[in-house]
């Protein structure tokens, strides 16, 4: 049996966090022994791991570390694994922290994998205080054997910024876990309903610039002044909130537009809607685009997402798009196929 070593900071709320805990309630115990290491214990999900999986918490990492170059923190950070058998595969599904890089060069492997979740090049572009952690951390991918990108598109921006072109890369996406979508899109959420005579969209995701709901309010402003029935649902909450709500309110959309904040259970909500809409200025693989799939609803997204996501097709007018939509009966797709394929390239990755 193949031993696989998994490294990530916690299960707080997040794209990362959610797309791992998809992956480990799917790998195949019956053929991979997998220890998960975590450095904190917060978590917002309901988490209800396989029994085969062993959760194993590590002393926490200071924050400080991110701010040394990685060759000095690396010496610094002393992990305590216990006594451990030496793994095939140690994977980075972080791929941010310092902590989780140390952890997979220090455990004993024979081989060790990042994880990269977006498109570096344009996040250096776009976020200054990652471009200070990139410059310090980036001595770190020297250390691994092989790269996995969350989708194609990743690949060749962060070969281009990291200068990493020696190594194995490969695509592989995250897995949507369409059966738990598929229970909880049949419970009610409390005290909360959508007014069916609207055309009502639902955007998914963290309050952040990378979301891009500013970008987002501002088509919808400009299609809401052509088409009174436009209505706007966001699910989730970050540092961008407050700036967003003013935002809604410089543009009179307060009766248009509704924040819901974090919510355990999104696709209850996404259920009722009409359609799902995604403006962000970049991504990995945008989890919430599949799961609006999976929900059933049809996709109103940008053009420039389409590289990140599989047979996506993307609007070069959102705002026409939006005034022209008209509501079409739901069909979620189970992602079989797609599915498939991921746990296939999971088990060659563990494997090979």
């Known amino acids: 049996m193949k031993r696989v070593a998994i490294f990530q900071n916690d299960l707080s709320v997040g794209g990362i966090q959610k797309s791992l805990i998809n992956l480990l309630r799917n790998i195949d115990y019956d053929r991979f022994y997998v220890d ?69 060069i220090k455990i004993p492997a024979k081989k060790r994998v990042m994880w990269i979740h977006n498109d570096v090049e344009i996040k250096l572009q776009n976020e200054w205080k990652y471009r200070l952690l990139w410059n ?60 069916p005579n609207c055309f009502n969209l639902v955007g998914l995701g963290r309050l952040c610039h990378q979301k891009a709901y500013d970008i987002m309010l501002d088509i919808f402003a400009r299609a809401a ?17 407050e700036m967003l709500s003013e935002q809604i309110k410089k543009l009179s959309l307060t009766d248009k537009v509704f924040l819901l904040g974090n919510q355990s259970n999104p696709f209850c909500y996404m259920q009722k809607m009409d359609a799902f809409i995604s403006t962000s200025r970049y991504e990995g693989q945008p989890l919430n685009i599949m799961e609006a799939m999976a929900v059933g609803l049809p996709l109103y997204c940008t053009k420039n997402l389409e590289k990140y996501t599989q047979n996506l097709t993307g609007y070069e007018n959102l705002e026409e798009a939006l005034v022209q939509a008209q509501k079409e009966e739901k069909h979620p797709d189970d992602l079989a196929a797609y599915n498939k394929e991921i746990t296939d390239n999971i088990a060659d990755l563990i494997e090979n």
């Open 225 to 241: 002044a052509r088409r009174e029935d436009l209505r706007l649902y966001i699910i989730g909450d970050g540092p961008d909130r």
């Open 136 to 195: 310090l951390f980036k001595g770190k991918f020297a250390y691994y054997d092989e790269f996995v990108g969350v989708s194609q598109g990743l690949i060749q921006p962060f070969q281009k910024m990291s200068g990493v072109t020696d190594k194995k890369f490969r695509a592989i996406q995250n897995y949507i876990d369409t059966a738990e979508i598929a229970r909880k899109v049949l419970e009610e959420p409390k005290g909360f309903a959508v007014d």
């Open 36 to 104: 998960l290491f975590l450095f904190a214990e917060n978590t917002f999900w309901n988490v209800d791991f396989p029994p085969q999986l062993h959760v194993n918490y590590l002393r926490p990492v200071s924050k400080a570390y991110s701010f040394l170059p990685f060759n000095i923190a690396k010496k610094m950070i002393r992990p305590d694994f216990g006594e451990r058998a030496e793994y095939d595969v140690a994977i980075d599904f972080n791929s941010y922290q310092n902590s989780c890089a140390v952890g997979v």
